[in-house]
């Protein structure tokens, strides 16, 4: 059975990897801190650690984009995408107004919440409780939690249907993030590759490149390598070596595998340019949808639905 490393309970990592595995048993480690979770993984305490690294609306999450780079030497071995639906959670009796029970927003004192959760919702927080005290806390499912601990605050936590179900909460309004289309790209990182269910994905893989000091148009140099063997990059960004101000690599998206022909011989001329390029991982990306078939399908099987 799979050891899976993962932010708490009721988190959206936690309903993620859910969906990525179906019913393939696997045992999961609950870590308040994202430090904790990748260290579990690099302590070689489970085989895999779950990390949100990108959303629709936030883009790169930072700090685990750097844990990645700086603090952990280990590879992607899956990627999936999964929809990050944030609820107002709390307990509805605290909020109610009126004889119909009509939510009464206002009276909502503090909203606890992550910070990339809590961005995803500022317009329903400023449309709905301008007034009310934010606080920024480790996740969603701490947020939950907290306030679970405190009835008759006033206080309610922005998180997922799981975390309140878990903590026997109320949600008091569904889908609050500021777009529909919010979802969150996730890595399963670990020492050994890893498949999951079927042959519908493709193939990605992500690297470093620290470009040599120095040398005008290296950028541009090193994109024509991938261009001119037309593959196609599907991320790029820039982040700080946190050597000296001004220095910076990129991290780059490619999709193709590094067992095909040409993306060897691109990294190979990249470096023949004098560029430092360090391989985060090659492996299989699962989109949403084809996740979301194949467990379903699993479950009829089952008798699950």
Known sequence: MKQIALLPEGSVSH?????????????????KQISDVFLATAAGKTQYSVIPIENTIEGSVSLHMDWLVHEVDIPMQVEWVYPSIQNLIGRREEFQTGAEGTMDYSKVKKVLSHPVAMAQCMQFIRSHMPYAELEHVGSTSEAVEIVSRHPGAGWAAIGTTLGAKRHRLDILADRVTDHNNNYTRFVLIGPESLQVGSNRFEQKTSILVTLPEDFPGALHQVLSAFAWRKLNLSRIESRPTKKRLGSYYFYMDVLAPMDSVLLPSAIGEIEALGCQVRILGSYPSYTYEGLKSEVQQSWQNNGSI
Do not use: Y
């Open 15 to 31: 309903e993620a990897v859910l969906h990525l595995f179906g019913d393939e048993p696997v045992q999961l480690h609950h870590f």
